[in-house]
């Protein structure tokens, strides 16, 4: 593995960061949302930041030919099923529990390719994801009785970590000639109609202005985690190897919960505290490179 570049480490950094402190914004607009409605509203805010951005730096909207296809497919894996299957997901077990569950993205990566894709395995990036393995299972540790009792929230969270995979592949294994931030852009806004449409039949229009905390936590989620951080990640997914992309993703869940322990007075388990410092040394064996590597 080559040094893993300045820009790749600062989109790294910044999707961590803005994945990461996203999910307490969870907690308070969902104090007054419904999940389809929060949801919608979040794909609203971040269609318009992503054509805004797109509008002043001049970018183009076009979509080479042949690739809507698979644009669609994509979309349908990264946004529309992720955010059905992990809304479903919260009607079983709490949002948090979800969360861990779906970020087993990286594992379900790492068995697709080397099953579908015969992608080969370093010994030191199958340490790095049996490492990161360990973290989600101290995350998810504190509440095996609760998925015991909740074999759909399960399912659920887990079918949502497995087509988060299936999209990385297709956003990594297709070309996409002239696509910048288009390629983010349209698969936020192919994913809208099916999410406002569960909002119609589930939520109906709110019958009262949700509270101006509700109302900046849903916009926020929108125009920076849902717009720049996904588009940050396709960035990634272009950049690095399909297994090193999908592990980077495992240090959000790590900062969700320290977010949660700051902004929400969580209680730190030791188990959490584990997690922690097994995510440090699996990224570091997925992101540096072995001495006389470099």
Partial sequence: MNKTSPKVLALLATLTLV?????????????????ATFRTFVLIAAVAMLYVVMRVRGESF??????????????????TVWNIATSLAVLYIPSGHASVLAYTMPLWVALLGFVVFRQPLTGRLLLAI??????????????????????????????????????????KRTSWPGMGLSLTFWQVAASLPPIALGMAVLDGWPKEMPSTAAILATVYTGAIPMALGTAS??????????????????????VAVISGVIAL?????????????????????ALVPRRGER
């Fill in 62 to 79: 076009a979509v080479p030919a042949g690739r809507w296809p698979l644009l669609i497919f994509a979309s349908m894996m990264n946004l």
């Fill in 233 to 254: 990640w396709f960035t990634l997914v272009k950049l690095l190897p399909a297994q090193v992309a999908a592990l980077s993703s495992i240090a959000i869940p790590i």
């Fill in 130 to 171: 049996l490492i990161g393995a360990a973290a989600v299972v101290a995350l998810m540790a504190p509440n095996f009785a609760s998925y015991a009792n909740a074999p759909q929230g399960l399912f659920w969270g887990l079918f949502a970590g497995f087509c988060w995979a299936i999209g990385t592949f297709v956003i």
């Fill in 265 to 285: 007075h969580e209680p730190l388990s030791w188990l959490q505290a584990l997690a922690i410092g097994s995510t440090v040394i699996s990224l570091w064996l």
């Fill in 19 to 35: 994945w990461g402190t996203n999910w307490p914004m969870f907690a308070i607009a969902l104090r007054e949302l419904p999940v």
